[in-house]
């Protein structure tokens, strides 16, 4: 059964950092575009960053651009999201998502772009 499976995440002060993770089990994470969203209590979910496959292009949220890396080990199937400098408003539940490249087509922060999900993660940035 494929899947993504998802660590990293918790309870951090303003200022911090904190690294997630997320692991693709039953495919070649080379073959997939994959983006970490997040949603906020009571707001949409929303793009927080994207990498490619094949040349690894990479696209951030104008909120996290300089705080927040996303690289991939294809190595070890998995996909990571560094989050430094991290803010109260960075606080949500952080999801992966994937999709195989062959399908993707360009929109990498719609969320129906993506035809697969982790569970999520909780993120709590607060003194």
């Known amino acids: 059964q494929s899947q993504l499976v998802q660590s990293g995440g918790g309870l951090v002060q303003p200022g911090g950092s904190l690294r997630l993770s997320c692991t693709t089990s039953g495919y070649t994470l080379e073959d997939y575009v994959i983006g970490w969203f997040r949603q906020a209590p009571g707001k949409e979910r929303e793009g927080v960053s994207s990498?490619?496959?094949?040349?690894?292009?990479?696209y951030y949220a104008d909120s996290v651009k300089g705080r927040f890396t996303i690289s991939r080990d294809n190595a070890k199937n998995t996909v990571y999201l560094q989050m430094n400098s991290l803010k109260p408003e960075d606080t949500a539940v952080y999801y992966c998502?994937?999709?195989?490249?062959?399908?993707?087509?360009?929109?990498?922060?719609?969320?129906?772009?993506?035809?697969?999900w982790g569970r999520g993660t909780q993120v709590t940035v607060s003194s």
């Open positions: 998502s994937a999709v195989p490249s062959r399908l993707y087509t360009g929109r990498y922060f719609d969320v129906h772009e993506y035809d697969r």
């Open positions: 990498i490619s496959s094949g040349d690894d292009s990479t």
